[in-house]
């Protein structure tokens, strides 16, 4: 009888705030001592899987967010508006942030762990994989939300937020070489509600926000919900966490509720920890 270690990935999905889950994923993970070898994210998932692959322990990544942000106010400093036609958010100080956890001159050739992480390329209407050049680059076109952050220009490509078409990229990682992938995902699954009905999982609820906005979140993430079902059927995950987080905890405004949501992150991965070593040691005769 003989041990056969298979590779394993991690899919990161995005979800702003809430992606602050995946940092508690990691830690169960880490705890346990299992490493995916293999990392992929969309917006939020792609900043936590920069972080991992760059070679951050979960608490460093920890600690680095709660320093950065401890309230509203923090998150605001970090917005540098400038009204345009594309978008009110310039990204210069997102992206120094971002920079300074990487790395401005991080390449993914350097990193202790292979990464990718994906955008959607506005000109063609088509996903794009970013796993070469600047780290920093790459993720702050995966953050970059429609009509709130400016476009990433990238040659030939103008990049924004990669959940408009995959916002879980679990064949991301299958095809980077994952024999077994763990998939977080953090926005509502809408697919155990039947119309008519009390739903069972509730749309996000922000507080304090504007009825539109909340209107318009709550449009973006039932598309965003079928999508990812859609990708689940053709690309399934071994092992699919989906965290118990808050109606209310806001996607942009969220990250003041970090414990909270590493917290979420964390319990959904100890329910899963049994099924996760199972898979990450098989048995071959």
């Not at 995005?14 to 990392?39: D, M, N, S, T, Y």
């Not at 920093?136 to 103008?158: H, K, Q």
């Not at 053709?234 to 806001?250: C, G, H, K, N, T």
């Amino acid at each position: 009888m003989s041990e056969h270690f298979p590779v394993i990935g991690i899919a990161l999905g995005g979800g702003g705030a809430r992606g602050l889950a995946h940092i508690g994923v990691l830690k169960v993970l880490q705890r346990a001592g299992i490493f995916p070898r293999l990392v992929a994210g969309t917006s939020m998932g792609g900043i936590v899987g920069a972080m991992y692959a760059r070679g951050l322990s979960a608490e460093q990544m920890e600690a680095t967010v709660q320093r950065a942000i401890r309230s509203r106010t923090d998150i605001l400093r970090a917005i540098d508006l400038k009204i345009t036609q594309t978008g009110f958010v310039r990204g210069a100080r997102i992206y120094d942030f971002i920079a300074d956890m990487i790395g401005p001159e991080m390449t993914f050739a350097k990193l202790h762990r292979p990464l990718a992480v994906v955008a959607t390329d506005m000109n063609t209407g088509r996903a794009v994989v970013l796993d070469s050049g600047r780290v920093a680059d790459a993720v702050r076109a995966t953050i970059s939300v429609p009509g709130v952050f400016l476009p990433v220009e990238l040659g030939a490509m103008r990049l924004v937020d990669g959940g408009m078409l995959n916002n879980l990229p679990v064949d991301v990682v299958r095809r980077m070489g994952a024999d077994v992938v763990i998939a977080v995902d953090v926005l509502p699954n809408f697919q155990a509600n039947t119309p008519g009905q009390p739903p069972v999982v509730a749309p996000l609820r922000p507080r304090r926000a504007l009825r539109a906005y909340s209107e318009l979140w709550n449009a973006v993430n039932i598309m965003i919900s079928a999508s990812t079902q859609m990708q689940l059927q053709q690309w399934p995950a071994d092992v699919l966490l989906r965290p118990e987080l808050a109606p209310d905890l806001d996607i942009l405004f969220g990250f003041d509720r970090s414990r909270e949501a590493i917290a979420a992150g964390e319990a959904a991965a100890e329910a899963a920890l049994e099924q996760i070593r199972a898979l990450a040691v098989t048995s071959n005769s």
